[in-house]
């Protein structure tokens, strides 16, 4: 779960005044609690023009941004399939798309990987250790990421904010 700093980042996001997509992907450790969470959120921003929300409870999403189809998975499913999910499920976008992407989150700490042309991003954790990650030794760097992508030339920012 986010934390504290979960709303703040949104609302310097807003600040910008460009379009935001919300998208939301349950973790395997809270499921109830992540999508009440989706729909507090939008909740809180439902007045807000520039903010849009991809709530819906499906465990993986893809998105095309221009010529560049990003995918979105918690990814707690076995690694080989990190990638055919998006070949399958979205051969549409893909045959669109000239270059290709997966964000996920289930081993919290950054890793970028290449799995037949698409790129796998692992990103890191938003929030505290749980019990059994503080037990079993875990131990992670907390950073929120977002990518800044353009129309016609794909991604062009990524901003850090380490906490």
């Known amino acids: 779960m986010p934390c504290r700093y979960y709303k703040t980042v949104q609302d310097e996001l807003l600040k910008l ?38 709530i819906e409870p499906n465990p993986c999403k893809a998105k095309l941004y221009g010529r560049t189809l990003v995918g979105y998975t918690h990814g707690d499913m076995p690694k080989k399939n990190m990638a ?16 290709a992407e997966i964000h996920s989150g289930h081993f919290h700490n950054e890793t970028i990987r290449e799995v037949n042309g698409i790129k796998v991003i692992t990103l890191p954790k938003l929030c505290e250790a749980s019990y059994w990650e503080h037990q079993q030794g875990y131990r992670s760097d ?8 353009h129309v016609d030339y794909g991604k062009r920012e990524t901003w850090i904010n380490q906490f």
């Open 142 to 149: 907390k950073a929120m990421i977002c990518y800044v992508w």
């Open 17 to 54: 005044k460009t379009p935001i997509e919300y998208v939301y992907i349950s973790g395997n450790h809270d499921r109830n609690t992540g999508y009440f969470l989706a729909h507090t959120t939008q909740a809180a921003y439902k007045r807000e023009p520039n903010i849009t929300f991809d």
């Open 84 to 99: 055919t999910w998006l070949l399958k499920d979205f051969r549409r976008e893909y045959g669109q798309s000239d270059y």
